[in-house]
């Protein structure tokens, strides 16, 4: 694994995250729905800031100017509908209009099913980062502009985690965004 020193913390936060849901029962999980969200909510910030760190660490070659494509679609052909990746690896700074997010007004099955599957997706993009960090590092070669909040967790959330959930999101986030943190750290 890339940079073990943060994908084994990252792991553990979201092996305890996927024992909290294994072990909750579905139909109860209101109880217990609020601490699992805060969790999911860190974890997927430092899943993408780890991304991130690992993307800038990529060299990319150049892209090829003026060559024509060989395999150049013709007319005729249909172009495939754009698939859905499974997990975003930038953060939009507004949510889009009619997202489909739960809000907790689902029932706490529902609750249950959606953290479950997205944790799924997290541990899936933590089993293979150098695939995520690549697809990131094309986009970013594209994209231009800021790709990650100033702020990855809300305040309310990080209270309820351990502190050293918060300097972990901060050391990652000064590895993933060195713009922002420049000047900060100097002695």
């Keep these: 694994m890339p940079r073990p020193e943060l994908w084994t913390r990252i792991f553990a936060l979201l092996g305890a995250l996927r024992t909290l849901l294994r ?11 609020g601490d699992a969200r805060a969790q999911l909510v860190a974890v997927t910030s430092l899943v993408r800031r780890y991304i991130h760190v690992l993307a800038a660490e ?5 892209l090829a100017v003026g060559v024509p494509k060989e395999n150049s679609k ?6 495939q509908p754009r698939r859905e990746a499974p997990f975003r690896l930038t953060e ?23 953290m479950f599957e997205a944790a799924r997706r997290l541990n899936a993009v933590l089993a293979t980062p150098q ?6 590092a094309r986009l970013l070669r594209k994209r231009k502009g800021e790709t990650l ?28 965004r060195p713009e922002a943190w420049a000047g900060i750290n100097t002695s």
Excluded: Y
């Excluded at 990529?58 to 150049?62: C, D, I, R, V």
């Excluded at 013709?74 to 172009?79: A, C, D, P, Q, Y």
């Excluded at 939009?92 to 959606?114: C, H, N, V």
């Design 23 to 33: 072990e909750a029962v579905p139909e109860l999980f209101g109880t217990i729905a």
């Design 58 to 62: 990529l060299s990319l070659p150049p």
């Design 74 to 79: 013709s007319n005729s052909e249909k172009l």
């Design 92 to 114: 939009l700074i507004s949510p889009p209009k009619g997202s489909s997010a739960s809000e907790g007004t689902d029932t706490p099955f529902i609750q249950w099913a959606l």
């Design 131 to 136: 695939k995520h960090a690549l697809r990131l």
């Design 149 to 176: 909040k100033p702020m990855p967790v809300p305040g309310h959330i990080l209270r309820r985690l351990p502190p050293w959930t918060d300097a972990l999101l901060c050391r990652l986030d000064e590895e993933a």
